[in-house]
């Protein structure tokens, strides 16, 4: 099965973005492909276009969720997760989605911890 791809928004913070790469996930980080203080709604056309999943904990791209086509999203809210509990909740994401079946879905963390 395929993997997913992600890009993180820039207040992901490094350490998971780190952890996904030295777990073989394909991640890029929004801040190094377009900078600081990027835009929501392009940020996810951007991502979208790239078929790259967002990964956020800005609860702002959950309304972007029903009005954008989007490659998925994965919001989480708990920003003391260690990175070794944020990879292996988007290890879990990842089992069960592939990138055709999370297109236009928005998945909380949260539910995969």
């Known amino acids: 099965m395929p993997r997913l791809e992600f890009c993180t928004d820039e207040h ?12 073989g996930f394909s991640v890029v980080a929004a801040v190094d492909e377009r900078g600081q203080l990027t835009v ?3 940020l996810l056309e951007w991502a ?3 078929n790259r999943v967002l990964v956020t904990n800005d609860r702002d791209f959950v309304e972007f969720d029903a ?3 989007h490659a998925g999203l994965v ?5 003391t997760l ?13 089992r069960q989605f592939t990138p ?6 928005l998945v ?5 911890t």
């Open 12 to 23: 992901v913070p490094r350490a998971y973005l780190t952890a996904l790469e030295s777990n």
């Open 40 to 42: 929501d709604e392009p």
């Open 48 to 50: 979208t276009s790239r």
């Open 67 to 69: 009005k954008h086509d």
């Open 75 to 79: 919001v989480y809210t708990d920003q």
């Open 82 to 94: 260690a990175p070794g509990e944020f990879v292996r909740a988007i290890r879990r994401v990842d």
């Open 100 to 105: 055709d079946s999370i297109r236009n879905e």
């Open 108 to 112: 909380w963390l949260s539910d995969w």
